[in-house]
């Protein structure tokens, strides 16, 4: 069974940044698609970034935000620069057993899930 556990969330001003970090465990990570969703309170989860061969974005953080993978170590990581209001929100981290070509947005793709932790940005 993957185990998914994220930290690294916190309180930031607006123009900040934070690094989350996900750390797996069970599987074989490097055959993971990783993936980063967010949820802010009254709110559908978003997609916000995803590694399989490559990185995907939203364009909502595309240019702020950058995913990175440590497959040695069984970790991936998103770096949130620039930071706004409306980033706020619980940011789970989620896992695929296998890499895609064009990997998915949706959450119901994803079947390993993080407990999550909460960013929020002050104005």
């Known amino acids: 069974q993957v185990q998914l556990v994220e930290s690294g969330g916190g309180l930031v001003q607006t123009g900040g940044s934070l690094r989350l970090s996900c750390a797996a465990s069970?599987?074989?990570?490097?055959?993971?698609?990783m993936g980063w969703f967010r949820q802010a309170p009254g709110k559908e989860r978003e997609f916000v970034a995803a590694?399989?061969?490559?990185?995907y974005y939203a364009d909502s953080v595309k240019g702020r935000f950058t995913i990175s993978r440590d497959n040695a170590k069984n970790m991936v990581s998103l770096q949130m620069n620039s930071l706004k209001p409306e980033d706020t929100a619980g940011y789970y981290c989620?896992?695929?057993?296998?890499?895609?070509?064009?990997?998915?947005?949706?959450?119901?793709?994803?079947?390993?899930w993080g407990q999550g932790t909460q960013v929020t940005v002050s104005s």
């Open positions: 989620a896992a695929q057993g296998m890499k895609f070509t064009s990997p998915s947005r949706g959450s119901s793709d994803y079947p390993y």
């Open positions: 069970g599987g074989t990570f490097s055959r993971f698609t």
């Open positions: 590694h399989s061969w490559t990185s």
